[in-house]
């Protein structure tokens, strides 16, 4: 089963623009994931915050986290034509020691 | 460090063949993760590995589906008698850490005609 799911489904947005995007999980965590896919291929993965994190930045990317809300977001500023992929959450969704991931968001930028 | 790697990268099949994709992970890791994934989804978990024990099983993953990690080295999953409905591209990931990041092959599409 899944255990986050993405907020919006599909997204638009002009080169330079920033784009955010949610992740809502049903479960206590111990860490939440963000990982990106270009179309055919692997994931890769982007950023880990820990539970006891609330925000962390890598490069253009910004992620925070709300424990008590179940939620997280991930923050891309200052977009390129090539940040143009899906990007899904995941989480470990406490004993499990997998990861579980959601359905994701597609994130378009035009050039 | 040369990644994951699976093969073969893309298979088509006939419906009631079997069909087994391989992966090998990256070498010092010693988690091992498949999962599936159809268009449009996210990653759906199936099976997971510490050295050769397969430790979690995806209710979800028929009798149809057998995983191995013999040595704890490469893993293969195997699917008998396919369906239409196994057509989904299989990822592979590893790990060194128990829920750390993962690194993934670039999957081995199935298609089942």
């Known amino acids: 089963s899944q255990q986050g799911e993405e907020d919006p489904q599909a997204l638009s947005i002009q080169e330079g623009e920033n784009a955010t995007m949610n992740c809502s999980y049903k479960t206590s965590i111990n860490n939440l994931q963000w990982y990106r896919q270009n179309s055919g291929r692997g994931l890769v993965h982007l950023i880990l915050?820990?539970?006891?994190?609330r925000e962390k930045h890598s490069g253009r990317l910004r992620v925070t986290l709300d424990t008590s809300k179940k939620s997280s977001s991930l923050l891309i500023t200052a977009s390129r034509a090539a940040d143009t992929a899906s990007y899904f959450c995941a989480t470990d969704a406490g004993n499990n020691n997998d990861m579980r991931f959601g359905a994701g968001t597609r994130l378009t930028v035009k050039p | 460090d040369t990644g994951v790697s699976q093969d073969p990268r893309h298979k088509i099949t006939k419906r009631g063949q079997n069909v087994t994709f391989r992966c090998d992970p990256i070498s010092e890791h010693n988690r091992l993760y498949w999962y599936r994934q159809t268009l449009g989804q996210g990653p759906e978990f199936l099976t997971y590995f510490q050295n050769e024990a397969q430790l979690e099983k995806s209710r979800l993953l028929s009798d149809r589906f057998s995983a191995e990690r013999p040595k704890g080295s490469f893993s293969t999953l195997e699917i008998q008698r396919t369906e239409q409905g196994d057509s989904a591209m299989y990822l592979c990931a590893s790990s060194l850490l128990a829920r750390g990041e993962l690194f993934f092959g670039e999957g081995s599409r199935l298609t089942v005609l």
């Open positions: 915050i820990r539970s006891n994190e």
